[in-house]
């Protein structure tokens, strides 16, 4: 499975994006999907997910809404409300455990390479 995440860039404090992470070479259907995101100086962190159910880490949850569309073979991230402190780099994975849930990036198999999101005035 290849991934490749789109749709990053700079917004101001309040503004939305919406990012997209693309497959190739197999159906997304069976695994579990996750955004991540790595802020310098930070630890990478799951901060949603969609597997047989929907996961949202704390500090987006309201904000952040995770999608997916199987019939393109994407899975979207829809940002709204932006804050400074969601400037980093966002990485979209896909995990075989779809129905279990984990955070941890090691279980998860395929990572595209990055997009980056700056929330700043």
């Known amino acids: 499975v290849q991934l490749v995440e789109s749709g990053g860039g700079l917004v101001q404090p309040g503004g939305s994006l919406r990012l997209s992470c693309a497959a190739s070479g197999r159906s997304l259907s069976a695994y579990a999907m996750g955004w991540f995101r790595q802020a310098p100086g930070k630890e990478r962190e799951l901060v949603a997910r969609?597997?047989?159910?929907?996961y949202y880490a704390d500090s987006v949850k309201g904000r952040f809404s995770i999608s997916r569309d199987t019939a393109k073979n994407t899975v979207d991230l829809q940002m709204n409300s932006l804050k400074p402190e969601d400037t980093a780099v966002y990485y979209c994975?896909?995990?075989?455990?779809?129905?279990?849930?984990?955070?941890?990036?090691?279980?998860?198999?395929?990572w595209g390479q990055g997009t980056l999101v700056t929330v700043s005035s």
């Open positions: 994975a896909a995990s075989p455990y779809y129905g279990a849930f984990y955070s941890e990036p090691r279980k998860y198999d395929y």
């Open positions: 969609i597997g047989s159910r929907r």
